[in-house]
């Protein structure tokens, strides 16, 4: 069955870095979208980048913040996306998510949770 599996999150000090996973298994279809998502306490889950598996160059929310520290990219094997933040801040602090959907990326979807089908379970950072 299709599975969305993120890892790498943790406590990390303030100016630190990290680099977290996301890997598919399961998607019927070679090609989709795979995006990062991330919710701070008492906020709404909000959307970091998306990138279609198999070629193509990452989109970035247009209202990210500080966008040059975040940077996603795709494992070797297509099938892992990661998402690397550097020069941490504690407003980082949030439950990181990765989705994925059998379609073409656009740029409003990270603006649309209901239209991603497949979710994490979300993986914890925080920053002090």
């Known amino acids: 069955h299709e599975q969305l599996v993120e890892s790498g999150g943790g406590s990390v000090q303030v100016g630190g870095s990290l680099r977290l996973s996301c890997s598919a298994s399961?998607?019927?279809?070679?090609?989709?979208?795979m995006g990062w998502f991330r919710q701070a306490p008492g906020r709404e889950r909000a959307g970091i980048a998306d990138?279609?598996?198999?070629?193509?160059?990452?989109?970035?929310h247009d209202d990210l913040r500080d966008r040059d520290r975040f940077t996603i990219f795709q494992g070797e094997d297509k099938s892992t996306l990661y998402l690397e933040i550097s020069s941490l801040k504690s407003v980082d602090t949030a439950t990181y998510y990765c989705?994925?959907?059998?379609?073409?990326?656009?740029?409003?979807?990270?603006?649309?949770?209901?239209?991603?089908?497949?979710w994490g379970q979300g993986t914890q950072v925080t920053v002090s």
């Open positions: 989705a994925a959907v059998e379609e073409s990326c656009y740029s409003w979807y990270l603006d649309r949770s209901s239209e991603w089908k497949y």
């Open positions: 399961g998607l019927t279809d070679d090609h989709y979208c």
């Open positions: 990138m279609y598996v198999g070629g193509s160059r990452p989109m970035y």
